[in-house]
């Protein structure tokens, strides 16, 4: 069974980079080609897709946050990584990674962790 | 940019059937996700391409997509099915979600 576990500062500054790690278990980047996505829910409100990986290293980005996202792999730790820039308070939200993305579903899902975005 | 309309909330009695509408230009075009959350958990997988269920999903749980609407209904609907469902699909390669349907179940 896959799986995933997000992880990282849970408080960052305005204008500050938020950064997320995503730790997978359950089965390697290596054994099959996966989709791997992030996604964020402020509190009471709806999933916003922030963006996906492939298993190669290529990425589709949400266009509105495009400009200030970084997705990344790191297959010899079995992670993936969100790094968001400039981030204010609208940024403030429960943050989840999931195995999937695009045509293919979501399947997997961490727990979420959630980030405030204050001084 | 693409979007995906939800009604905010549907209402069923315990036993009845619960249907929740995702509406979207040419949706039936395109493969449509659904995911339940319910609160203070992660959304969980419950319809994929339109119509399958992932493993251990009730078979209460089906959809459908066709046109702009893509449709999940819950047949026999129990109280343990009260939560947030989610429409999903993919365009432009973007993800897309529906702004979520609360089910209550009275």
């Known amino acids: 069974q896959v799986q995933l576990q997000e992880s990282g500062p849970g408080l960052v500054k305005p204008s500050q980079t938020l950064s997320l790690t995503c730790t997978v278990s359950?089965?390697?980047?290596?054994?099959?080609?996966?989709?791997w996505s992030w996604i964020r829910q402020p509190a009471g409100k709806g999933l916003e897709w922030i963006g996906r990986?492939?298993?190669?290293?290529?990425?589709n980005y949400n266009p509105s946050l495009k400009s200030r996202v970084t997705i990344s792999l790191d297959t010899s730790k079995n992670q993936f990584s969100l790094k968001l820039t400039s981030v204010t308070a609208a940024d403030t939200a429960v943050y989840y990674c999931?195995?999937?993305?695009?045509?293919?579903?979501?399947?997997?899902w961490g727990q979420g962790t959630l980030v405030t975005v204050s001084s | 940019s693409y979007e995906l309309t939800q009604p905010p909330s549907v209402s069923v009695s315990p036993g009845q059937t619960a249907s929740i509408t995702c509406s979207g230009d040419?949706?039936?075009?395109?493969?449509v996700c659904w995911y339940q959350q319910k609160p203070g958990q992660s959304p969980v997988l419950v319809i994929y391409?339109?119509?399958k269920r992932p493993s251990g999903i009730p078979e209460r749980f089906s959809g459908s997509n066709s046109g702009n609407t893509a449709t999940l209904t819950i047949s026999g609907t129990q109280g343990m099915d009260e939560a947030d469902y989610y429409c999903?699909?993919?365009?432009?390669?973007?993800?897309?979600f529906g702004g979520g349907t609360k089910l209550t179940v009275l």
């Open positions: 990986l492939y298993t190669s290293g290529s990425t």
């Open positions: 391409e339109d119509r």
């Open positions: 999903q699909a993919w365009d432009s390669s973007t993800v897309v």
């Open positions: 359950g089965g390697s980047f290596s054994s099959g080609s996966y989709y």
């Open positions: 999931a195995r999937g993305g695009g045509d293919y579903p979501l399947t997997y």
């Open positions: 040419k949706l039936g075009d395109k493969y």
